[in-house]
């Protein structure tokens, strides 16, 4: 059998439970394929031969006994490097945590070796998830595979490249304000950001602690599903974990949306958004409308002040979050000195890479005496009212639709101004600052480039937007396109 890495996560696992195909041998594809190809994507910022083979013969034997079977037993995976793997070094790609090896896994990789799926390794990731094109790492930026000059989006850019270019059936990374999203829209796969507490953040490092979710990155709806379905639930470890029932996600595949009430929020279609991917976007909307939904105007008028309050919210966060790397617990240590507090200060100089200082003066500016209330305080206040926006539009509709990014991939190196990267979440910022779901799909092409769809459900929606995503699939291609590149 040949280009297994060709096979969705669905059509693999039917394979390996008619015993037609062994784990082992899927592995060895994948892994194959990281050598042929990784060298010019640089996704992987860890690959884990070795375990990877032996997990591969353990879901083997599983399946053999056909005893503790799950949809993703055999299954090569992927994990973004911000996701805590026991003994195995984690270093959100920073020279800070760069030899870091967590004594204990995170609880989405405690779910996930409990299925027994196989980890192929660690992805490329901006330092500390804090980037949108995965340029911000401290070893090297990550290519996306449809031009190898443009890049993959970020910050989980290397979970979304190992997935569009073959080397993973699948993977997971981190939503802070579009990280998983607006990745999969320009890499041309699936992005899935579950409701805030609908995934543990246990074992997750942490960028912006209000913000961030774990989610995956899939070919098609029903791999998202059994991803999503894999490590959603409560988890007592996390203050912050639902205690919602989980729904069963593949069942809400039925492949119609007839009668389904979806919004087009007028704020999403702003000057500036590339002709191209406004023009796929509107298409899509179409296709929609064809399969009986109905299509509706919305407004959500606060959506303009998401990105200020965005950037004051999760750098204020992240100047708490990352104040515990002074070079005493964990992580690098600056020690050619006998003072304490030049080693604390040289630590954090030397082991932070540039985007992660601006955002920590930036919160610790706005969280300081006098600008508090100035800033955090007003930041706040702007989140309630998008969050009240969306109460107000999911009253009337089923999900939202809207462009994931408003634009296509770019040049590598060809955003220097951090204002004009800031840019690039837009579309995808407020449905973190409300805690609600969000996915983005293959919506098709402009000038030989994916553009992504971005669909919005409300909290614990997920089954909806995935049922509108499968349904998507189902009368067009553009997800089963592969990169020419590689």
């Keep these: 059998m040949t280009d297994l890495h060709t096979l969705t996560i669905h059509e693999a696992a039917e394979l390996l439970r008619q015993r037609k195909l062994s784990s082992v041998e899927l592995t060895k594809a994948h892994l194959e394929r990281i050598r042929a190809v990784d060298d010019r994507v640089k996704a992987f910022t860890l690959v884990t031969d070795d375990l990877a083979l032996k997990q591969a013969e353990e879901a083997d034997k599983r399946l053999a006994s056909g005893e503790n079977l799950s949809p993703l037993t055999g299954i090569p995976l992927a994990i973004k490097d911000v996701i805590c793997t026991k003994g195995i070094t984690t270093t959100c790609g920073s020279r800070m945590l760069e030899n870091f090896k967590p004594p204990f896994d995170a609880t989405v990789m405690e779910k996930l070796n409990a299925a027994g799926a196989v980890m192929l390794g660690k992805t490329n990731m901006d330092e500390f998830a804090m980037g949108s094109s995965t340029e911000h790492s401290a070893f090297f930026p990550t290519h996306n595979p449809w031009d190898l000059d443009r890049a993959p ?8 490249a190992v997935v569009a270019a073959g ?6 990374g981190s939503d802070t304000g579009g990280s998983i999203r607006q990745p999969g829209a320009l890499c041309n796969i699936l992005g899935l950001k579950p ?18 979710q774990i989610g995956p990155f899939a070919r098609d709806a029903q791999d998202a599903a059994t991803l999503l379905q894999a490590v959603a639930g409560h988890d007592q470890r996390d203050s912050t974990s639902s205690t919602q029932e989980v729904a069963n996600y593949s069942q809400a595949l039925t492949g119609s949306i007839k009668g389904m009430r979806i919004g087009v929020p007028k704020e999403y279609w702003v000057e500036g958004m590339d002709s191209g991917v406004e023009k796929v976007v509107h298409s899509a909307i179409e296709a929609l409308r064809d399969l009986g939904a109905e299509i509706v105007d919305v407004s959500l008028p606060h959506t303009k002040y ?35 507090w030049e080693a604390m200060e ?11 200082k601006r955002r920590i003066m930036l919160g610790t500016y706005a969280l300081s005496a006098g600008y508090y209330d100035a800033y955090y305080k007003q930041a706040e206040k702007i989140r309630a009212l998008i969050k009240r926006d969306f109460d107000e539009a999911f009253a009337q509709v089923d999900a939202l639709v809207s462009p994931a990014s408003p634009t296509v991939a770019f040049k590598l190196g060809e955003i220097s101004d951090p204002y004009q990267m800031y840019l690039q979440d837009m579309f995808t910022i407020p449905a ?25 459900g409300n909290t614990f929606q997920e089954a909806a937007i995935l049922r509108i995503a499968d349904a998507f699939e189902r009368v067009t291609d553009h997800h089963k396109q592969w990169p020419k590149n590689l």
């Excluded at 080397?167 to 997971?172: I, K, P, R």
């Excluded at 630590?347 to 985007?355: L, V």
Aim: proline share 3%; glycine share 16%.
């Design 153 to 160: 989006g970020g910050s989980s850019g290397g979970s979304a």
């Design 167 to 172: 080397m993973a059936m699948g993977s997971y």
């Design 195 to 212: 409701t805030y507490g609908r995934v543990s953040r246990y074992g997750l490092v942490a960028f912006a602690s209000s913000l961030d």
């Design 306 to 340: 998401g990105l200020a309050a965005y950037y004051i919210v999760a750098p204020a966060e992240a100047s708490a979050n990352l104040a515990r790397y002074d070079g005493v617990k964990y992580g690098y240590s600056y020690r050619d000195t006998d003072d304490m």
């Design 346 to 356: 040289k630590t954090r100089q030397n082991g932070f890479g540039a985007e992660v």
């Design 432 to 456: 973190n600052l409300a805690g609600i779901c969000g996915i983005s799909i293959p919506g098709g092409f402009s000038e030989n480039l994916p553009v992504g769809v971005q669909l919005l």
